[in-house]
């Protein structure tokens, strides 16, 4: 199984800051990482898919890059509504898996 | 709208069996892989099971590998989940998901989720 390592589990920060977030695989799985937003009591959010691309009506300022085995998830600059757990997935190959997950919250 | 729509869920004891269900609205249900992920309480997200359009890929998580079974009637745009001799460990809410790309079970990410049905399995 392909193993999804995210860094940090969790970090603070204040609105206006740059974010980001690391995601590690264990194997290659080209570009196949995806980035989910989750609040509490909510469903997660497809942010990113493919790596780098934008899921439509998600804010510019969430950007994904990497390839291979390292990926980053970029907040470029963080809004109220950004404080909440993110999770990278891997949809290379079964079984599918996430990240333990991040967790931002308000500094 | 797009949605999707999760029932079943509720107490059981060990051993026990459960079926969960999923209807989706508004897309072309026979389009889209489906999938199932659950997440335990304060935990993380954890993949479960899939299915493709055509059901001709399935695979499961190997913690449900031989428990749970999943299905889908298209005609009635239903994806299903039979879960047997559940375990304390089965306790979480079960989301069910569609991958964003028609025709694709890889690759892809979820960008529909169900508001998720809570499985507990308690004694």
């Known amino acids: 199984d392909i193993q999804m390592t995210q860094s940090p589990s969790s970090l603070s920060a204040s609105v206006g800051d740059r974010v980001t977030i690391t995601c590690r695989a264990s194997?290659?799985?080209?570009?196949?990482l995806n980035w989910y937003q989750q609040k509490p009591g909510k469903a997660p959010k497809l942010l990113i898919y493919?790596?780098?691309s934008l899921k439509s009506g998600v804010p510019s300022r969430f950007s994904g890059r990497g390839s291979r085995t390292d990926f980053t998830l970029t907040i470029s600059s963080l809004q109220p509504e950004d404080f909440a757990s993110y999770y990278c997935?891997?949809?290379?190959?079964?079984?599918?898996?996430f990240g333990q997950g991040t967790k931002v919250d308000v500094k | 709208e797009v949605q999707l729509v999760e029932s079943g869920g509720g107490l059981v004891q060990p051993g026990r069996s459960l079926r969960l269900s999923c209807v989706g609205y508004?897309?072309?249900?026979?389009?889209?892989?489906m999938h199932w992920v659950r997440q335990a309480p304060g935990k993380g997200l954890e993949w479960v099971s899939g299915?493709?359009?055509?059901?001709?890929?399935?695979d499961y998580a190997d913690s449900v590998k031989g428990r749970f079974t999943i299905s889908r009637d298209n005609a009635k745009n239903s994806l299903f989940l039979e879960m047997n001799s559940l375990r304390a460990e089965d306790t979480a809410l079960y989301y069910c998901?569609?991958?964003?790309?028609?025709?694709?079970?890889?690759?892809?990410?979820?960008?529909?989720w169900g508001q998720g049905t809570t499985v507990t399995v308690s004694s």
């Open positions: 998901a569609k991958v964003s790309h028609a025709n694709y079970f890889y690759y892809y990410g979820l960008d529909v």
């Open positions: 299915v493709s359009w055509n059901s001709d890929i399935i």
């Open positions: 493919a790596a780098s």
């Open positions: 194997q290659s799985i080209s570009s196949y």
């Open positions: 508004g897309f072309t249900f026979d389009d889209y892989a």
């Open positions: 997935q891997q949809s290379y190959s079964t079984p599918w898996t």
